[in-house]
């Protein structure tokens, strides 16, 4: 089998045996649900029910605002307790739809009604995913729908399953693909019939054999499906890295998969796919890891959206050391969690709960940057983070700009790195959000003058 | 859950790697190479890396201390400068040597600057440049336990052939630091565990060999090369000077310029300049150039530009601007080579000339006649026993006869090393006298060599070679001093009569 990566990337600990051999255990949780509104990218949804309204699991609570934004769906029966403003786990307060859950789990009437996606008109196969509020559940949240939309769908020629899982520590998606390959496979099969020039590339990291053992005798007999192996590298489950690895076609920053004949789509979200179209259940649950040295016992679940991060560790037997650092997500890309009464939201795939925070050891061992340039090697988009941080810590924005500092993923790689442990990713993240604000600043008053010269030529 | 949680931006891992591990792996890497000097060289090699490493480590904790800044030695760089300069020293200078090298390096050339990352050329290198002028003699003396002889790369400059095999062992002699093949071992473990990268000294070595094929005497010969190659820390450069990742590019291409630049302009140096280790100097100069080359040379970032058309990509003006002072400068060095040259030989000559003038008396004018000057360099570098013979004269009376030649020879079989002295011989084989132009040797003792009583003895004898204690009565109590002496007047002898008369 060939075995296939990219440029740059690093090596961090997988750490994955703490939760690997871990079976799916399926959650239901018993406390109050939490929604927030913007659980993707695009406008936040907006709601559709009221304070004491009686839900369904499966209930659309929040409607899609255009095109690009997702509906949220209740994923308990109950009662709406409030629609108010919450701490989410992105550390933002945003407006939220609390439910107070029954615990019956009553499932509105027709989902779970099986349908034969190949009597359906493409429209009718992007409205199902649409309606059932699916995104990209691997970290993006971006909506599904519009990836299924693009304005060629005769020229994709590549549907990318998305199954590295680069993230140390996180394993739902190769248990998911151990467990459950008819979802991934179904969810495929309804892309395939999407696209009909594509064919389905399964790629997954080389650390994974079971799941590449499981996801080769689900393809048995499937014509336009194979499975790739890629190296194990860090970040090799991001988007322009994966399609450089499978097609050896390179997307620049402005490039969306679609404009190179590509769909890529996480393991997961696929399942999700196939879940909404063949049996008509919207998003209601994922995939989900609970490790990390200070969890008692640290496993795989299949978790209701919406549930809060206290009552899944709870599941996973709790705490069994007290935590230095606990991460929403995964140590390279995840946040670093203040408060674990905040809601599971759809993108969100692990909770990692460590003893020692490494950041830590790292501040003391800082020194100033003796220019090796392992960033720059290192650098998923080939950047020079060496630079950029230069001139980023000068306040040279447009020089910054200049060396493509925008296209910068935030992916970590370059402070994960670092010899001298200066923390660059957290240095371009905040210059890049300085950066688009004074644009947005600098729009917003070149707009409020142009309205003005507007309003004195009237007067 | 009680306490409180750490907060940080992403990655919420690091790697193992510090700044520390790197300088150590470098240190590491440089052990081979230490160790066979040690082997080679003996205890006094082992004193100077010793004093060098100190001096450095300690430098950097006091100026630390006096300044008021968190103690930085556990990043271990003061360790590898020390090292570092320590090998390209001569094996056998004083010990005041190292110590001020690496006191230069620490002080001046990276603590002034900011320390460490902060200095904006290799502090080893500076150091040695530093020693190379202010210490000439000291610093180009490869003399080992009295014996002196030519560094192979000498030899190779001059026209002479080495075997290449044993220079790159390390046998045939230089710094301490000498074994290209100990230096190898270091440079591929750097190379495997990734401190360093294949960029830098692969386009240094190639741009070097090229330019030397171009430009040197023994063309592409493949022997040639390689012993240019190996010789004269080209491989040292290559390996662990160039590659110094604070004073060298961050990204691939801005490396490859700067290592070919080293390449090109090491061998130019080597070629034209006046000493044959040089590469100290390509590699300071393009050290300097390093954050124009960062400037210019930026890597494009994934994937831009690739999926349209785009216009033929224009070379950036600081390029052009670069390669026109490299050209300017070039020209500028040709010309002032041109112009001085002459010059540079007259001041050549008037070191001996009083010394030439003495033994050739009656003579009106002294300078180079092309025969005699022939013969020298047919001379190939042979040496008469421990003898060398280092300029030859003619000397003419108002008339235009020839009164005699005079033959410049350095002995090294002296008490105190070396001595130097002239020998007047006429025509007709007679020895006109002598007269010394280096001569330190004990004095009460061998100093009285350059009294009448002894030097005498020479003038008016007619013979192939002096006996001592036959022909010539020795110093009493200066015997050693005495039979350099006559060494050297005889191979002075041995040349006039074999190769002038």
Same mark, same amino acid.
């Given at each position: 089998?060939?075995?296939?990566?990219?440029?740059?990337?690093?090596?961090?600990?997988?750490?994955?045996?703490?939760?690997?051999?871990?079976?799916?255990?399926?959650?239901?949780?018993?406390?109050?649900?939490?929604?927030?509104?913007?659980?993707?990218?695009?406008?936040?949804?907006?709601?559709?029910?009221?304070?004491?309204?009686?839900?369904?699991?499966?209930?659309?609570?929040?409607?899609?605002?255009?095109?690009?934004?997702?509906?949220?769906?209740?994923?308990?029966?109950?009662?709406?307790?409030?629609?108010?403003?919450?701490?989410?786990?992105?550390?933002?307060?945003?407006?939220?739809?609390?439910?107070?859950?029954?615990?019956?789990?009553?499932?509105?009437?027709?989902?779970?009604?099986?349908?034969?996606?190949?009597?359906?008109?493409?429209?009718?196969?992007?409205?199902?995913?649409?309606?059932?509020?699916?995104?990209?559940?691997?970290?993006?949240?971006?909506?599904?729908?519009?990836?299924?939309?693009?304005?060629?769908?005769?020229?994709?020629?590549?549907?990318?399953?998305?199954?590295?899982?680069?993230?140390?520590?996180?394993?739902?998606?190769?248990?998911?693909?151990?467990?459950?390959?008819?979802?991934?496979?179904?969810?495929?099969?309804?892309?395939?019939?999407?696209?009909?020039?594509?064919?389905?590339?399964?790629?997954?990291?080389?650390?994974?054999?079971?799941?590449?053992?499981?996801?080769?005798?689900?393809?048995?007999?499937?014509?336009?499906?194979?499975?790739?192996?890629?190296?194990?590298?860090?970040?090799?489950?991001?988007?322009?890295?994966?399609?450089?690895?499978?097609?050896?076609?390179?997307?620049?920053?402005?490039?969306?998969?679609?404009?190179?004949?590509?769909?890529?789509?996480?393991?997961?979200?696929?399942?999700?796919?196939?879940?909404?179209?063949?049996?008509?259940?919207?998003?209601?649950?994922?995939?989900?890891?609970?490790?990390?040295?200070?969890?008692?016992?640290?496993?795989?679940?299949?978790?209701?959206?919406?549930?809060?991060?206290?009552?899944?560790?709870?599941?996973?037997?709790?705490?069994?050391?007290?935590?230095?650092?606990?991460?929403?997500?995964?140590?390279?890309?995840?946040?670093?969690?203040?408060?674990?009464?905040?809601?599971?939201?759809?993108?969100?795939?692990?909770?990692?709960?460590?003893?020692?925070?490494?950041?830590?050891?790292?501040?003391?061992?800082?020194?100033?940057?003796?220019?090796?340039?392992?960033?720059?090697?290192?650098?998923?988009?080939?950047?020079?983070?060496?630079?950029?941080?230069?001139?980023?810590?000068?306040?040279?924005?447009?020089?910054?700009?200049?060396?493509?500092?925008?296209?910068?993923?935030?992916?970590?790689?370059?402070?994960?790195?670092?010899?001298?442990?200066?923390?660059?990713?957290?240095?371009?993240?905040?210059?890049?959000?300085?950066?688009?604000?004074?644009?947005?600043?600098?729009?917003?008053?070149?707009?409020?003058?142009?309205?003005?010269?507007?309003?004195?030529?009237?007067? | 859950?009680?306490?409180?949680?750490?907060?940080?931006?992403?990655?919420?891992?690091?790697?193992?790697?510090?700044?520390?591990?790197?300088?150590?792996?470098?240190?590491?890497?440089?052990?081979?190479?230490?160790?066979?000097?040690?082997?080679?060289?003996?205890?006094?090699?082992?004193?100077?890396?010793?004093?060098?490493?100190?001096?450095?480590?300690?430098?950097?904790?006091?100026?630390?201390?006096?300044?008021?800044?968190?103690?930085?030695?556990?990043?271990?760089?003061?360790?590898?400068?020390?090292?570092?300069?320590?090998?390209?020293?001569?094996?056998?200078?004083?010990?005041?040597?190292?110590?001020?090298?690496?006191?230069?390096?620490?002080?001046?050339?990276?603590?002034?600057?900011?320390?460490?990352?902060?200095?904006?050329?290799?502090?080893?290198?500076?150091?040695?440049?530093?020693?190379?002028?202010?210490?000439?003699?000291?610093?180009?003396?490869? %003399?080992? *336990?009295? $014996? !002196?002889? +030519?560094?192979? &790369?000498?030899? =190779?400059?001059?026209?002479?052939?080495?075997? @290449?095999?044993?220079?790159?062992?390390?046998?045939?002699?230089?710094?301490?630091?000498?074994?290209?093949?100990?230096?190898?071992?270091?440079?591929?473990?750097?190379?495997?565990?990734?401190?360093?990268?294949?960029?830098?000294?692969?386009?240094?070595?190639?741009?070097?060999?090229?330019?030397?094929?171009?430009?040197?005497?023994?063309?592409?010969?493949?022997?040639?090369?390689?012993?240019?190659?190996?010789?004269?820390?080209?491989?040292?450069?290559?390996?662990?000077?160039?590659?110094?990742?604070?004073?060298?590019?961050?990204?691939?291409?801005?490396?490859?310029?700067?290592?070919?630049?080293?390449?090109?302009?090491?061998?130019?140096?080597?070629?034209?300049?006046? %000493?044959? *280790?040089? $590469? !100290?100097? +390509?590699?300071? &100069?393009?050290? =300097?150039?390093?954050?124009?080359?960062?400037? @210019?040379?930026?890597?494009?970032?994934?994937?831009?530009?690739?999926?349209?058309?785009?216009?033929?990509?224009?070379?950036?003006?600081?390029?052009?601007?670069?390669?026109?002072?490299?050209?300017?400068?070039?020209?500028?060095?040709?010309?002032?080579?041109?112009?001085?040259?002459?010059?540079?030989?007259?001041?050549?000559?008037?070191?001996?000339?009083?010394?030439?003038?003495?033994?050739?008396?009656?003579?009106?004018?002294?300078?180079?006649?092309?025969?005699?000057?022939?013969?020298?360099?047919?001379?190939?570098?042979?040496?008469?026993?421990?003898?060398?013979?280092?300029?030859?004269?003619?000397?003419?009376?108002?008339?235009?006869?020839?009164?005699?030649?005079?033959?410049?020879?350095?002995? !090294?079989? +002296?008490?105190?090393?070396?001595?130097?002295?002239?020998?007047?011989?006429?025509?007709?084989?007679?020895?006109?006298?002598?007269?010394?132009?280096?001569?330190?040797?004990?004095?009460?003792?061998?100093?009285?060599?350059?009294?009448?009583?002894?030097?005498?003895?020479?003038?008016?004898?007619?013979?192939?070679?002096?006996?001592?204690?036959?022909?010539?009565?020795?110093?009493?109590?200066?015997?050693?001093?005495?039979?350099?002496?006559?060494?050297?007047?005889?191979?002075?002898?041995?040349?006039?009569?074999?190769?002038?008369?």
């Amino acid at each position: 089998m060939r075995k296939k990566s990219f440029r740059g990337g690093v090596h961090p600990a997988g750490m994955k045996e703490l939760s690997e051999g871990k079976p799916i255990q399926f959650h239901q949780a018993k406390g109050e649900m939490v929604f927030p509104l913007s659980q993707h990218i695009g406008k936040p949804a907006i709601p559709v029910v009221k304070k004491n309204d009686p839900v369904l699991a499966g209930q659309v609570i929040a409607k899609a605002d255009g095109f690009v934004s997702a509906n949220i769906i209740s994923s308990c029966s109950g009662k709406v307790k409030s629609i108010e403003s919450r701490m989410t786990s992105a550390g933002v307060i945003a407006q939220c739809i609390v439910i107070d859950n029954d615990g019956a789990y009553t499932l509105m009437d027709g989902i779970g009604r099986e349908c034969d996606y190949t009597q359906l008109t493409s429209a009718e196969i992007v409205e199902k995913v649409r309606a059932a509020g699916v995104v990209g559940l691997g970290g993006a949240g971006f909506p599904t729908h519009v990836k299924l939309s693009p304005p060629h769908p005769e020229e994709i020629d590549y549907v990318i399953a998305n199954g590295a899982e680069c993230e140390p520590y996180i394993t739902c998606d190769d248990r998911l693909m151990q467990e459950q390959p008819g979802w991934i496979i179904g969810g495929l099969r309804v892309l395939l019939h999407l696209f009909p020039n594509a064919r389905a590339v399964i790629a997954i990291e080389d650390n994974k054999p079971r799941a590449v053992a499981a996801m080769e005798q689900a393809i048995a007999g499937e014509d336009r499906m194979e499975v790739m192996l890629l190296k194990t590298k860090f970040p090799q489950g991001g988007e322009r890295n994966l399609v450089h690895a499978v097609t050896g076609r390179k997307m620049a920053s402005t490039d969306l998969p679609a404009n190179l004949g590509c769909i890529v789509d996480n393991v997961t979200t696929l399942a999700a796919v196939y879940r909404a179209v063949c049996l008509s259940e919207p998003l209601m649950e994922k995939g989900f890891t609970v490790t990390g040295d200070a969890v008692a016992e640290p496993g795989n679940f299949l978790v209701k959206i919406g549930t809060s991060f206290a009552e899944i560790l709870e599941a996973a037997g709790g705490l069994k050391a007290e935590p230095r650092k606990v991460i929403i997500g995964g140590p390279m890309m995840g946040m670093a969690a203040t408060d674990l009464n905040v809601p599971i939201a759809k993108s969100y795939n692990a909770l990692v709960c460590l003893t020692e925070d490494p950041v830590e050891k790292a501040e003391q061992q800082m020194t100033h940057c003796i220019r090796c340039g392992r960033c720059a090697r290192a650098c998923p988009v080939g950047l020079v983070p060496q630079m950029l941080n230069l001139y980023a810590e000068r306040k040279d924005y447009d020089r910054y700009v200049k060396l493509h500092g925008l296209d910068c993923l935030g992916c970590g790689t370059c402070a994960f790195v670092c010899p001298a442990k200066r923390p660059l990713t957290q240095l371009f993240k905040m210059t890049k959000g300085v950066i688009l604000r004074n644009r947005a600043a600098e729009a917003a008053k070149a707009k409020e003058k142009e309205e003005k010269a507007k309003e004195a030529v009237r007067v | 859950m009680n306490g409180l949680l750490n907060v940080s931006s992403n990655p919420h891992t690091r790697s193992r790697l510090t700044t520390g591990k790197v300088m150590y792996d470098v240190v590491l890497a440089l052990l081979p190479a230490t160790v066979f000097g040690v082997y080679l060289y003996g205890i006094h090699a082992a004193l100077i890396i010793g004093v060098s490493v100190v001096t450095a480590v300690f430098t950097e904790f006091v100026f630390d201390y006096l300044t008021h800044r968190p103690n930085t030695l556990t990043d271990g760089s003061a360790v590898v400068t020390g090292l570092l300069l320590a090998l390209v020293l001569p094996p056998t200078v004083p010990l005041y040597i190292p110590y001020l090298g690496s006191l230069f390096a620490i002080l001046f050339v990276k603590c002034c600057f900011g320390g460490l990352g902060q200095n904006i050329m290799n502090p080893a290198l500076a150091a040695r440049c530093f020693l190379l002028i202010s210490f000439a003699g000291a610093m180009t003396d490869y %003399a080992v *336990d009295g $014996v !002196s002889s +030519a560094t192979p &790369l000498a030899v =190779l400059n001059s026209g002479g052939t080495v075997d @290449v095999l044993e220079m790159f062992l390390g046998y045939g002699g230089g710094v301490i630091g000498c074994s290209g093949a100990a230096l190898l071992v270091g440079g591929v473990y750097l190379l495997l565990n990734g401190t360093i990268t294949w960029h830098i000294p692969v386009s240094l070595i190639v741009s070097f060999a090229l330019s030397m094929g171009i430009g040197g005497e023994g063309g592409f010969h493949p022997l040639y090369l390689l012993a240019e190659v190996c010789g004269g820390g080209i491989l040292m450069a290559a390996f662990f000077m160039a590659n110094d990742p604070v004073t060298s590019p961050v990204a691939v291409p801005g490396q490859v310029i700067y290592a070919v630049f080293i390449g090109i302009l090491a061998a130019v140096l080597r070629i034209y300049g006046a %000493a044959p *280790d040089n $590469v !100290s100097y +390509a590699v300071i &100069l393009c050290n =300097l150039a390093v954050p124009l080359i960062d400037r @210019v040379a930026i890597p494009k970032p994934f994937g831009l530009g690739d999926n349209k058309k785009k216009p033929k990509p224009k070379i950036p003006q600081p390029a052009w601007a670069l390669a026109i002072i490299a050209l300017l400068a070039g020209v500028a060095l040709g010309v002032v080579n041109y112009v001085t040259a002459p010059a540079i030989e007259a001041q050549a000559l008037a070191a001996n000339l009083a010394s030439y003038a003495e033994v050739l008396s009656g003579a009106e004018n002294i300078g180079y006649e092309d025969d005699v000057t022939a013969a020298l360099e047919g001379l190939d570098g042979t040496e008469f026993g421990r003898s060398t013979i280092n300029e030859a004269v003619v000397g003419t009376d108002a008339a235009g006869n020839v009164v005699g030649c005079a033959i410049n020879v350095t002995n !090294s079989e +002296a008490f105190d090393g070396t001595l130097s002295l002239s020998v007047g011989i006429a025509p007709d084989g007679t020895v006109l006298g002598i007269a010394f132009t280096e001569l330190n040797e004990t004095p009460g003792k061998g100093m009285l060599c350059d009294e009448p009583d002894f030097k005498d003895q020479f003038a008016g004898v007619q013979t192939g070679a002096f006996a001592l204690n036959g022909d010539v009565d020795s110093v009493s109590g200066a015997t050693i001093s005495s039979a350099s002496v006559v060494n050297a007047v005889n191979a002075a002898l041995a040349f006039y009569n074999g190769y002038l008369k």
